[in-house]
């Protein structure tokens, strides 16, 4: 069912839909990692509560504009592993980056960590305003 989701998801299915990625196996009960749609993407943010919204992008491209309250952690960094294993773990990370191509992997290297992610799907400009 998730696996229809997200092919779904991948070929345009409904903004609401969930893409739930198919290696969702942490270990952790709580920590999931789900690819979603910029609108789901919005709706679970506001939703959530301890959520932390991260942009992985370089602080470049961070400084010429992000989504307001996102915090700048760059995935490409080589200290990105040493900031990732400080944060708090009972929080929920909303990841995102210019294409969805680099927060997809952040996202897929803390969820192996124990954390609780979500990519935006598409990257920044798939958040709706």
Not at 4 to 27: C, I, M, Q
Not at 38 to 47: C, M, S
Not at 71 to 99: E, H, M
Request: net charge neutral; charged share 20%.
């Amino acid at each position: 069912m998730a696996w229809n989701n997200f092919l779904k998801n991948l070929f345009n299915g409904d903004e609401n839909e969930v893409a739930v990625s198919p290696d969702n196996n942490s270990g952790s009960q709580s920590a999931r990692y789900e690819n979603l749609s910029g609108r789901a993407f919005k709706k679970q943010l506001a939703e959530t509560a301890n959520a932390v919204l991260m942009d992985v992008r370089t602080y470049g491209e961070f400084s010429n504009g992000t989504i307001p309250g996102s915090r700048n952690v760059d995935f490409l960094s080589s200290g990105f592993s040493q900031k990732v294993g400080q944060l708090d773990k009972n929080a929920t990370y909303f990841l995102f980056c210019r294409s969805g191509s680099r927060s997809a992997q952040a996202c897929k290297t803390m969820h192996q960590q124990g954390f609780d992610v979500r990519n935006l799907s598409g990257g920044i400009s798939e958040f709706p305003s």
